[in-house]
T-cell receptor, first 113, second 116 residues
Framework: DQQVKQNSPSLSVQEGRISILNCDYT??????FLWYKKYPAEGPTFLIS?????DKNEDGRFTVFLNKSAKHLSLHIVPSQPGDSAVYFC????????????FGKGTRLSVIA | DADVTQTPRNRITKTGKRIMLECSQT?????MYWYRQDPGLGLRLIYY???????NKGEISDGYSVSRQAQAKFSLSLESAIPNQTALYFC???????????????FGPGTRLTVL
């Protein structure tokens, strides 16, 4: 059973507009969440994270929002740039549980110039 | 130099052959992981190791084995490769900091394996 779900396999956005990538999780024990970005022929790279004690974390153009009651998080990219075109993976972990990250299947973002 | 390296970067082999993929890291992390990526299926965990004496199966360990030769080295073996093991394979590392465990993983560049 998939514990971390990214229901949109792909997303296209125009340059300069906002990109919103969504992620849902089913395990209420998860208390730390991460987003990774992956370019073709490269390994995923860490982008931004958020602890369950927060509802928002911002880093430059990237903001992650967490809604614990809905078990939902989203990544906002503003403004979107062509270099943001990549696959984005959501991941979650139960910190005290001492188990590895659980990844979603990814969303491919295409930013169109 | 890259913190997490994988060798080989590309490999083509035949069904039934034994294959070993190697991963080395200079980050000093205690935890290492092997994933495979298939189109539409995301990153699936094969095996993970939280220290040299610790090996754990992941989501899809059948047909694979691993060896943690040292803190810095974690190898993945396919004892008898089959075509549906054709995929991108990634090694990753993470560090457990006492009192804080965020498990931010750092990935290698990947190995593209093709089994004919």
């Amino acid at each position: 059973d998939q514990q971390v779900k990214q229901n949109s396999p792909s997303l296209s956005v125009q340059e300069g507009r906002i990109s919103i990538l969504n992620c849902d999780y089913t395990n209420s024990m998860f208390d730390y969440f991460l987003w990774y970005k992956k370019y073709p022929a490269e390994g995923p790279t860490f982008l931004i994270s958020i602890s369950s004690i927060k509802d928002k974390n911002e880093d430059g153009r990237f903001t992650v929002f967490l809604n614990k009651s809905a078990k939902h998080l989203s990544l906002h990219i503003v403004p979107s740039q062509p270099g943001d075109s990549a696959v984005y993976f959501c991941a979650a972990i139960f910190v005290v549980g001492n188990t590895p990250l659980v990844f979603g299947k990814g969303t491919r973002l295409s930013v169109i110039a | 130099d890259a913190d997490v390296t994988q060798t080989p970067r590309n490999r083509i082999t035949k069904t039934g052959k034994r294959i070993m993929l190697e991963c080395s890291q200079t980050k000093g992390h205690d935890r290492m992981y092997w994933y495979r990526q298939d189109p539409g299926l995301g990153l699936r965990l094969i095996y993970y190791s939280f220290d040299v004496k610790d090996i754990n199966k992941g989501e899809i360990s059948d047909g694979y084995s691993v060896s943690r030769q040292a803190q810095a080295k974690f190898s993945l073996s396919l004892e008898s490769a089959i075509p549906n093991q054709t995929a991108l394979y990634f090694c990753a590392t993470s560090e457990r900091i006492q009192g804080l465990y965020t498990d931010t993983q750092y990935f290698g560049p990947g190995t593209r394996l093709t089994v004919l």
